[in-house]
């Protein structure tokens, strides 16, 4: 009896190259996530840092929001008002942007940044004009 509960007791041994495969994964992820940890975190979410440019006529007056939509489905919004040239940062997976011009003249130019790659423009000289865009 006491040979049957001795042979129960033992696990299953597990080779030692999976450890140290094991062990090596686990090396090279700590050393990926420490040596950038914000660009190793939005590759695992995939997510990147986008630039809301907005230019045109200096001085320009304008209101709009922007969304930043995240791996995870949710979406935060900041509504915003100001003089061109401005720009803003966020992190997300997919932005949307929508500025109106608060005057009748000039021209409000909008560019969406992609890790420091322009992926998106919009632009108006109407009165009053909205610029609006979406990223894929």
Do not use: C
Request: charge should be neutral; charged fraction near 15%; proline fraction near 4%.
């Amino acid at each position: 009896m006491d040979q049957i509960n001795q042979e129960s007791k033992k696990s299953p041994a597990i080779p030692p190259w999976v450890l140290v495969v094991i062990g090596i994964i686990g090396v090279l992820l700590l050393i990926a996530f420490l040596s950038n940890p914000e660009g190793f975190m939005r590759q695992v979410k995939n997510e990147s840092q986008f630039t809301i440019k907005l230019t045109g006529t200096p001085g320009l007056k304008f209101n709009g929001v922007y969304a930043a939509t995240l791996d995870n489905g949710s979406t935060t919004t900041q509504s915003v008002e100001g003089v061109l040239p401005t720009q803003y940062s966020v992190i997300a997976k997919v932005v949307s942007v929508s500025f109106q011009k608060e005057t009748t003249k000039g021209i409000l130019h909008v560019d969406i940044l992609k890790e420091n790659t322009v992926v998106k423009s919009a632009e108006t000289s109407a009165e009053y004009g909205v610029a609006a865009i979406v990223t894929d």
